[in-house]
């Protein structure tokens, strides 16, 4: 059974351009979760989705940052107009209920 | 917010030894998680707690969920070299909307051979 995929696993952006980080849950999980990591920090969460509904966005910037789950394909994390504070590793985490959460290897996001 | 006090920060100990840290919090989880990251990677789960008093074990390492489910310890037996890395513990509440993690920010572990 694959474990959580993520992708890209290193993204570079100049500031003002878009980031779209995609997450591939593990199979028969339909609980995603996203969370942010700044350097020697703990994860940070951001959203929680369930498919193709936003459960929880309380860890998310209301400005520039999305998430979605469609029915058919990834998780996606798009985040707009991208500024140097929006560089961090990216994580996805996937679960089969509300409970205990497995982590994609994240996304390295680096504006420039 | 609900925060988690993890420690120490660091440890470096040697090759052999038994190593202890915990997390602590002033309010209470449904479940504590115990996770490793390694430079450049995800954090990969170690071990699960689900009930208040559980004691755990996976191989060298054994954890526990506090009774009063605000605090939890992780345990490493007879360290070796590959036990380097970042521990993260993390609390649970699923409930209504809820079901993200809560992680304390880190122990940082160093095995001298």
């Known amino acids: 059974n694959a474990g959580v995929m993520q992708n890209p696993r290193h993204l570079v952006r100049r500031r003002g351009q878009e980031a779209r980080l995609r997450c591939s849950p593990m199979?028969?999980?339909?609980?995603v979760y996203w969370y942010r990591q700044l350097p020697e920090e703990g994860l940070k969460f951001m959203v929680y989705l369930q498919k193709e509904n936003i459960i929880d966005e309380s860890g998310m910037p209301k400005e520039r940052f999305s998430a979605e789950f469609p029915k058919e394909g990834p998780s996606i994390l798009r985040i707009q107009q991208v500024v140097r504070g929006d560089s961090a590793a990216y994580f996805c985490?996937?679960?089969?209920?509300?409970?205990?959460?497995?982590f994609g290897p994240g996304t390295r996001l680096t504006v420039l | 917010g609900q925060q988690l006090n993890q420690s120490p920060q660091s440890m470096f100990i040697q090759e052999g030894e038994d190593v202890s840290m915990n997390c602590t919090s002033s309010?209470?989880?449904?479940?504590w998680l115990w996770y490793k990251q390694d430079p450049g990677e995800g954090p990969v789960l170690l071990i699960a707690l689900y009930k208040a008093g559980e004691l755990t074990s996976n191989g060298r390492l054994t954890a526990q969920f506090g009774i009063t489910r605000k605090d939890s310890f992780l345990n490493i037996s007879a360290s070796i070299p590959s036990d380097v890395g970042i521990y993260f513990c993390?609390?649970?509440?699923?409930?209504?909307?809820?079901?993200?993690?809560?992680f304390g920010k880190g122990t940082k572990l160093s095995v001298k051979p």
């Open positions: 199979k028969g999980h339909s609980h």
């Open positions: 993390a609390g649970l509440n699923y409930g209504g909307s809820q079901g993200n993690l809560i």
């Open positions: 985490a996937s679960s089969p209920s509300r409970d205990t959460q497995y």
């Open positions: 309010s209470i989880f449904n479940t």
